[in-house]
């Protein structure tokens, strides 16, 4: 069955270290989405791809990188973790060529990091 | 710029009770939206979704919502719950076409007492 996944699910670094999460679809969806999810601020929007080579930068994106070399991946990257950055983080992916919000997100299982 | 207001944090409802769950949206033309439930521990689910046509609109798991575009909202519904419906649950708006982004309310969590 196609699924997307995420991969650490639960991730303890120090302050100023790089972090990469992963996020893997095999749904083929153009779209891509990083989410993170803290208590009180429900999901925020991080960055966002509609397709290979592609990325855009979502609400809360200070801090964050991601990098669309194929379909399937959309790896984040905290360049140097910070403990404001500790939270719930998901992937979603969606299929659409458009761009149209018509279109159902899938989520992740998330991933949850910690910054000592 | 578009927004989502659930305005209940916490909601208890008796098992076998009716439930709604409120939410109100603001944008400037008429939205997509969306309402998602979260399990403990696991990603978000799609239980339903308007864009446009019939106001009512059926989900999974016997949920409804209704659009309401004079009240700018987009509440949730169920007529009877089962301990199983104990989640969290995401009102969430869509951008119309030109983009795929989504804007997630805060949640509301729904506790079921027995």
């Known amino acids: 069955d196609a699924e997307i996944t995420q991969s650490p699910r639960h991730k303890i670094t120090e302050t100023g270290r790089q972090v990469t999460l992963a996020c893997h679809q095999t749904?083929?969806?153009?779209?891509m989405f990083w989410y993170r999810q803290d208590l009180g601020h429900g999901l925020r929007l991080i960055h966002y791809s509609y397709g290979v080579q592609d990325t855009n930068k979502g609400e809360v994106s200070d801090g964050y990188s991601v990098s669309r070399s194929n379909t399937e991946d959309l790896p984040l990257t905290l360049e140097s973790a910070a403990s404001s950055q500790t939270s719930v983080y998901f992937c979603?992916?969606?299929?659409?060529?458009?761009?149209?919000?018509?279109?159902?997100?899938?989520f992740g299982p998330g991933t949850r990091l910690t910054v000592l | 710029a578009q927004s989502v207001t659930q305005p209940d944090i916490h909601i208890t409802v008796s098992e076998g009770a009716s439930l709604e769950l409120r939410c109100n949206y603001s944008?400037?033309?008429?939205?997509?939206l969306f309402w998602y439930v979260q399990s403990p521990g696991q990603g978000l689910q799609l239980l339903l979704k308007y864009f446009s046509g019939d106001t009512l609109v059926q989900g999974i798991k016997g949920f409804e919502a209704e659009f309401k575009r004079s009240q700018s909202s987009f509440n949730l519904r169920k007529p009877s719950v089962h301990w199983s419906d104990a989640a969290e649950y995401f009102c969430a708006v869509g951008a119309v076409v030109g983009y795929s982004t989504l804007t997630f309310g805060k949640g509301t969590m729904l506790l079921v007492s027995p």
């Open positions: 749904w083929n969806h153009n779209n």
């Open positions: 979603a992916s969606s299929e659409s060529i458009s761009g149209s919000s018509t279109d159902t997100q899938y």
């Open positions: 944008y400037g033309a008429t939205p997509y």
